[in-house]
């Protein structure tokens, strides 16, 4: 009985993570980045003391994307990058981003 609720408790997990990779595959990169900047301010204020390499790898993507990525976000004024921090400047534009097909920076 109780390795039947363990193996029900696993197999639910594993769907649930199934589904969390389904979407972020599927996501652009703008997005993804777009989503943990959101993540991280949320739990860390407005000022994120991570750098963009760190970033690449939360969302799983090269670090050049990284940079080519928040250097649009910068030349929006939606981020501020200085060495190891970024600062959301215009959180909705970001939320919008995370939502949605990428807009044109």
Avoid at 28 to 40: D, G, S
Wanted: hydrophobic residues 40%.
């Amino acid at each position: 009985d109780l390795s039947m609720k363990i193996m029900g408790n696993l197999g639910k997990r594993i769907r649930i993570l199934q589904e969390k990779l389904h979407d972020f595959v599927g996501e652009k990169v703008e997005q993804r980045i777009a989503k943990i900047l959101i993540v991280l301010s949320e739990r860390m204020g407005s000022e994120i003391p991570f750098t963009r390499q760190e970033i690449a790898s939360m969302v799983g993507t090269t670090i050049e994307t990284a940079i080519r990525v928040t250097s649009r976000f910068k030349e929006a004024k939606i981020i501020k990058s200085e060495r190891n921090k970024i600062t959301i400047i215009n959180k909705e534009k970001l939320k919008l981003i995370a939502e949605g097909p990428p807009l044109r920076l």
